[in-house]
C-alpha cells in the first residue's frame, strides 16, 4: 500500500467511527478527560502549500516516512505533532525499559511519568500538609500535628492514576493527528533506518528521510557495591507501594532535594548526601540559602561524603557505608529506603547513535549539536540528550516545534537557549532566570556587576510564625544604566509562578530602571522585586526592618 | 517510627477498599445460576466481535478505565439498570488501557463513555458520569429501538 493510500484509509476509518458514533451531546455529565483540540501551529501554512508539502516531498525522498522520531517524551511528539500538522508522515517509537526496581510507565516520557508531574504532586502534597498546620492559627479547627499524617498509598494512587490519564490523552492526541505510534525500541541500523523492537518481541525496519532522536535519559547507578540491587531512584519513589521511610538521598542536584524535601515534610526522616556542591550549576548563594531552610525544616545534610557500599540487612533496612573526603573517616547507618540521585545519562548508546557516526560528547555521551543538528545531515536530536542545554520539558517542547517548522515550513526562528526560567521545587521554592551571580561576574567582570537584594517578609508567614529568614531575593544586573538584567533569582513561596512573567520581561531585555519603574501588586511576594533598591556593593542590610510601606 | 507505622497500615486499608472497588466491576454472574450471563468482560477484539458485535441482544459497552473515579461510579450504576432488563440487553466492559486500539477505534476520547450497539451497529453514545434515570432512559431506547 503507498503511503498516500495508508493515510487515506486512516482518514477514512477515522471519519467513518466518528459517523457511526452519532452526535450525542455531552449535556450535564461529569468528564475525566475532555480532549483537546488541536492547536493551529504558529505560522500554520495554507491549506494549498500543506497539500504541496506532502504530495512532493513523499515523492521526493522514496521513504516510508517523512520523519521517524525515537522517543516519545516532551521533545519528540511536540516535533511530531507539529510535523504531522504541516502534513508529513510521522511515526513515533516509545519504549520503557524497566528500572532496576521493576518500574515502568506509559507514553509521554520522563515529565509525565516520572518527572515534572509527579514530583510537582508529591510537592503539592507537602504544601498541603504544611499550609494544614497553618490553618490552625488562622482560626480552623483542626486535629493535633501529629495526628495530621499522610496516606501514602492514597497519594501515590491519585498520582498514579492521574498520570495514567495523561498517558491516554496523549495516546488518543497522536491518533486524532494522525501520528503513528508504535510501542517498540528503536535503534539506528543507517542514517535512514530505524530498527523497531515491538513489545511482543516482533521486529520491524522504518525507512525514513528525517529521523529525530528524542530518547531523554534514566538515572544513572554510580558503580558502588550494593548500589543497583538495593537503591531506586526518582524512576520508582512516585510508584513505591510502600511509604519509603527513613530515606538516605545521595546527591544534591534539584531532584534529591526536591525528593528529600517531601519526604521530610510527609513527616519521614530524610538525608541528603552531598559529594561537593549542593544544586552545582546554580548561584551558589541561593543554593546555601535552599539548604539552610531543608536543615531548619529537619533535613539531614551529610557534607562532602561518598558512598561506599550498601548491604541488604535481614529486616530489610540498607546498611549505607559512606566515606568522608576530607577527613577520610567511614561512617555508616541504617535506612529503609535510599534513593540514589547523582545525575543522569543520556540514551544515546541505546540506540546505537555513535555506531552509524553521531558525533557524541566523549564524557557525557550526549549528541554534540548546533540548533538540533547532529553531524549526520538527516539527523536530528532534541531534549536531555542534548550536550550542554537546559534538560527542561518546556526547552525540549519549544526545540521540537520549532525544529519541525524549520524542516517542513520554511521556519526561521531558531531555539533561544538563553534565559529559560526554571524552578527548584524545594519545600521553599527557588526560582530563577538568567545567570548566576558567579557567572555575570565570570563573564562580565566584578566592577561590571550590579546586584539588587533583599530578604523579604511573606504577608501570610506571619500570623502562623513561619520563619522568613530565607526569604530572599536578589537582581543581578549590569552596573551601567540603564542595568540591563542578567539574572533574577528568587527564594519563596510558589517561586515557580512568581519567576515566569519576569522570564517573559527578561526575554525583552527589561532593566534595573524599568523594574523600579513598575508598580507592585500588595500583599503579593512578587511584588518584591519592584521594591528592590538596596544593592550588596553599598553593604546596607538587606533585612527588613517592618512590614508595611 | 510512629509516622511509618502509621502509613503501613493505611495502605493496608487503602488495599481493602481497593479491592472492593475491583469486586464491582468483576462480572456478577458468572457464579450464579442465573441463565443469563448479562455482565461480562471484554478479553480482546475477538471476543469483543463474538460478544458484542454478533450478540442476538443489543449491548451497552462500557469504555472504562481503572483510574478514572467517574468510571467507577458509573459501574454499579449501569449494572442495576442491566439487571432490571433480565437479560433483554447485557452489558460488556472495555478497559481502555488493555484493549487501547478497540477504543480508539470507537473514537473513545474521555472516559466513561457508554455505546448501545445492536446488531453489531453503534445506535447511541453516552459520555461521561449519568444518574440512574437517564441511564434507564438511554438503555431503554435501545432495547425499544427495532
Redesign the interface.
Known sequence: MSSMAFLATRRF??GL??R???V?G?GE???????RKAQAPRGAPSQTSRRFASTSSRSSHGFDYDLVVIGGGSGGLAAAKEAVSLGKKVAVLDFVEPSPRGTTWGLGGTCVNVGCIPKKLFHQAALLGESLHDAASFGWNIPER?QI??????LR?SV???I??VN?VL??EL??KKVEYINALGSLIDTNTVHAKLKNGSERILKANHILLAMGGRPIYPDIPGALENCITSDDIFSL???P??TLVIGAGYIGLECAGFLNE????ATVMVRSVVLRGFDQQMAGLITEEMKSRGVKFLFKCVPVSMVRQADGKVKVTWKNLEDKSESSDLY?TVLMATGRRPLTLEVKADQVGIKLHPDSKKVVSEKELTNIPNIFAVGDILEGKPELTPVAIQAGKLLAQRLYNNGKIEMDYDNVATTVFSPLEYGCCGLSEETAIERYGDDNIEVYHAFYKPTEFFIPQRSPARCYMKVVCQRQSPQKILGMHYIGPQGGEVIQGYAAAMKVGITMEQLMDTVGIHPTVSEEFTRLWITKRSGIDPTPQSCCS | ????K???S??FS??IR?SSDICSILPKRFASTAPQIDVFVVQDSKDFDERVKNSKVPVIVDFF???????RMLTPRIESVIAERKGEVVLAKVD??EH?ELA?????????VL?AMKNG??E???????DTDKLRKFVDKVVKSK
Open positions: 476509518a477515522g467511527a466518528s457511526l458514533l452519532g450525542s455531552p455529565v461529569e468528564f475525566v478527560l475532555i480532549r501529629k499524617t499522610l496516606d501514602w498509598a492514597k494512587e498514579q492514576n492521574h495514567k490519564s491516554w495516546r488518543v491518533r486524532d507501594p510502600e511509604a521511610g527513613k510527609f513527616g519521614m526522616d529503609d | 517510627m510512629f509516622a511509618t502509621f502509613l503501613r493505611s495502605i487503602a488495599a481497593e478505565a481503572t483510574w478514572c473515579n467517574p468510571c481502555i488501557d487501547t480508539l477505534d470507537y473514537d473513545i476520547g474521555s472516559v466513561p455505546i451497529k453503534v447511541d453514545k453516552l459520555i461521561g458520569l449519568q
